[in-house]
């Protein structure tokens, strides 16, 4: 067990819905990174969040959003979803940038 | 810009034989190069990292790297291979100088070890 939490741990919805991932990183971790792993994008880094501010953005879509709360936790939006949004979105937590991450369990998300 | 490559889709190795999953990688700077293990259905599990120092590293599991500045590589290794070592192997790397904790994975490899 990692430490980090992640909720729900599967989700099914239709095109056009939004979702909301949850993560909770271990204690004392003020880093927040979410990934995206599908088969053929590979595991892709969508963003990250350092004590409530945003600290990196990778290859997250406009219809995709997220924000890191004063208790740390953090939440993934997705909107306007499509067939290709389907994935394991991942949630990782670091105290340092420089430390190995530690992931979550993942949330997969099934859009049809 | 930063890349990591892991030539290899699958490696198979009977037990007991030694292993290699290979990793290759492109940075600018110094890189801090992660070996992460991914069981099905699972999350990543932290194996090894290497930040500065003695380019060998040992981790997790009885699985080491070699930090090959040289040819920019960072392969696993382990002596003696286990069945339970089967699992999907990422390679990652940051940037030394970068002000975040951004990693860029590699696109993974199966490792798949016979009885």
């Known amino acids: 067990d990692s430490g980090v939490t992640q909720t729900p741990k599967h989700l099914i919805t239709a095109t056009g819905q939004r979702v909301t991932l949850r993560c909770s990183p271990r204690s004392g971790d003020l880093s927040v990174y979410w990934y995206q792993q599908s088969l053929d994008q590979g595991l892709q880094f969508l963003i990250q969040y350092y004590n409530g501010e945003e600290r990196a953005k990778g290859n997250i879509l406009e219809r995709f959003s997220a924000q890191q709360f004063p208790d740390l936790h953090s939440e993934l939006n997705l909107s306007s979803l499509e067939l290709g949004d389907s994935a394991l979105y991942f949630c990782a937590s670091s105290s340092r940038d420089y430390n190995e991450q530690f992931f979550g369990p993942g949330t997969r998300l099934t859009v049809l | 810009a930063q890349s990591v490559a892991q030539p290899e889709d699958q490696v198979n190795v009977a037990e007991g034989n030694p292993l290699t999953v290979k990793c290759t990688y492109s940075v600018s700077g110094n890189p801090y190069l992660f070996w992460y293990v991914q069981y099905p259905n699972r999350g990543l599990q932290f194996l090894l990292k290497?930040?500065?120092?003695?380019?060998l590293v040992k981790g997790s599991y009885g699985f080491e790297a070699e930090f090959n500045k040289s040819q920019t590589s960072f392969h696993l290794k382990k002596p003696s291979a286990l069945v339970s070592d089967s699992a999907l192997y990422f390679c990652?790397?940051?940037?030394?100088?970068?002000?975040?904790?951004?990693?860029?994975f590699g696109q993974g490899t199966t490792l798949q070890v016979k009885p």
């Open positions: 990652a790397v940051r940037e030394s100088q970068s002000n975040t904790g951004k990693l860029i």
């Open positions: 290497y930040i500065t120092g003695d380019n």
